[in-house]
């Protein structure tokens, strides 16, 4: 009788710790990389002489991260749109040479510009959400969509991104919500004499260091992961040490800004030295700044990007006056 119970008692054991082994694996989920951001046709820069980081379902990372969690910066500005003052007078805008001067961004010619104020914050999806709210951005006109509905990773649509930059904004959208507080998109010319100032510096904080995650939301090539990390946008703001001479955050990275100008590929070559306003007509408008999945080559303040006015998961702005 002894023996028997034995028997019964090592084959419960056995069945117990194996359907615990058996419970344990199950328990077990690791990050999926399926999820799938599309940033439409982004193809980013026709210059041959540089490529873009595009999302891509292999690198994307688990969109489930983004949606429940928000550990991009811990310091929420409490002056979001606040306007600072450019001065009039000259800069250099453009390159003639070096790492990352692209050609359509040359020549290095100097131009002249009215005194302005710019964004010194990226728009957020907070505040662009009660544009929508209001009504004045919407998608009523299916020519002339304000903002991209159909991807998850949009920062409007997420409660704990009303704080990081608005993506997914198209040109016509980004005109919108800038026309209806009153202000308008910056020409290229204010773009980047904002970014750089008047002593031909390459990144907003200056040429006297490298890009790093001290200074702008981007892909550095020792990071496992888009967005310095975390494969996503940051809280606008974020980067101290990145600002621009004037004191404007995220110029470089976070999201690509829209600038109101037509895309011309030698527009340099043939631009007025008095307040720029682009060409007078055109196909593609124009992204500047590069965004959280840009390298180092594609977030200096001479990086000029083509993109068609639908927008896509990478496009933000800011707004001028």
């Known amino acids: 009788m002894k023996k028997l119970i034995l028997v019964f008692s090592a084959f419960f054991l056995i069945t117990a710790c194996g359907d615990k082994e058996k419970s344990s694996d199950n328990d077990v989920s690791g990050d999926?990389?399926?999820a799938s951001v599309?940033?439409?046709?982004?193809?980013?820069?026709?210059?041959?002489d540089v490529t873009d980081d595009v999302l891509s379902e292999e690198?994307?990372?688990?969109?489930?991260?983004?949606?429940?969690n928000d550990d991009s910066g811990d310091f929420v500005p409490d002056d979001t749109g606040a306007m600072i003052d450019i001065p009039a007078g000259p800069f250099t805008m453009g390159c003639s040479g070096g790492t990352y001067c692209i050609s359509s961004s040359s020549p290095a010619h100097e131009v002249t510009l009215s005194a302005y104020r710019i964004g010194k914050y990226e728009v957020t999806a907070g505040e662009y959400q009660k544009c929508?709210?209001?009504?004045?951005?919407?998608?009523?006109?299916?020519?002339?969509?304000?903002?991209?509905?159909?991807?998850?990773?949009c920062n409007f649509k997420q409660v704990l991104k009303k704080d990081h930059p608005m993506n997914c904004v198209s040109w016509y959208g980004a005109k919108a919500y800038c026309e209806w507080i009153g202000k308008r998109l910056p020409t290229e010319a204010e773009w980047e004499k904002a970014a750089r100032g008047t002593d031909s510096r390459n990144y907003p904080w200056g040429d006297f260091e490298p890009p790093s995650c001290e200074h702008a939301?981007?892909?550095?090539?020792?990071?496992?992961?888009?967005?310095?990390?975390?494969?996503?946008?940051?809280i606008v703001g974020s980067k101290e040490k990145g600002k621009s001479p004037y004191s404007l955050y995220d110029m470089s990275g976070n999201v690509r800004e829209w600038?109101?100008?037509w895309y011309?590929?030698?527009y340099y070559e043939i631009s007025p030295s008095e307040n720029p306003q682009g060409p007078e007509t055109g196909t593609e408008r124009i992204v500047r700044g590069g965004s959280y999945t840009n390298s180092e080559g594609a977030i200096t303040t001479t990086s000029r990007i083509p993109r068609s006015h639908e927008g896509t998961l990478l496009d933000g702005f800011r707004c001028a006056e």
């Open 259 to 261: 600038v109101n100008d």
């Open 217 to 234: 939301v981007f892909f550095p090539e020792n990071a496992t992961k888009y967005g310095c990390g975390t494969g996503t946008t940051w």
């Open 38 to 48: 599309s940033d439409g046709n982004d193809e980013l820069n026709a210059d041959p």
């Open 132 to 153: 929508i709210d209001a009504g004045n951005c919407n998608n009523s006109n299916e020519n002339e969509p304000h903002y991209v509905t159909n991807d998850a990773k």
């Open 59 to 68: 690198d994307e990372g688990d969109t489930s991260t983004d949606l429940d």
């Open 264 to 266: 011309d590929y030698k």
């Open 32 to 34: 999926s990389d399926a």
